[in-house]
């Protein structure tokens, strides 16, 4: 599953997140938590202020460890089912994270203040209707 990322567009990345579990493992850069360097050991140096975009979020896991760190956390990602499972679980753990499906590629300019938290595996989205 290495580097498999780089050769993938959106409806390939859909259809390893629709097939994801615990049990059967398709996503190789899903943790099942929030990324140890990337984000853990950011966020507890201060790194992360204000509102917090992260691109490429999967299942939110670093989205959500943010946000309840009392950030406005913002995470998109272009697998429709892996934002589904993000929302769902933010909802079963409490945590405010607003997720959303968005093409990286076509961002928003005028978020002012917003800023990525982490793209660990970097993939086309699709903007949000």
């Not at 498999?4 to 859909?14: K, P, R």
């Not at 850069?29 to 140096?45: S, T």
């Not at 968005?102 to 938290?117: H, I, K, Q, S």
Request: aromatic fraction near 6%; proline fraction near 5%; glycine fraction near 14%.
């Amino acid at each position: 599953m290495a580097g498999q990322s780089a050769h993938l567009d959106n409806a390939g990345f859909e259809k390893l997140y629709a097939e994801h579990t615990a049990e059967k493992p398709a996503v190789s850069w899903d943790l099942g938590a929030p990324q140890p360097v990337v984000v853990v050991e950011l966020a507890g140096r201060g790194a992360f202020g204000g509102d917090v975009l992260e691109v490429g979020c999967g299942f939110g896991e670093n989205a959500m460890f943010l946000a309840g760190r009392g950030l406005r956390v913002t995470g998109v990602d272009g697998a429709p089912s892996a934002i589904a499972r993000a929302r769902e679980t933010a909802a079963e753990r409490g945590v405010d994270v607003t997720f959303g499906v968005a093409d990286a590629l076509v961002a928003d300019r005028g978020r002012g203040g917003t800023r990525p938290a982490a793209d660990v595996a970097p993939q086309r989205h699709r903007r949000p209707a």
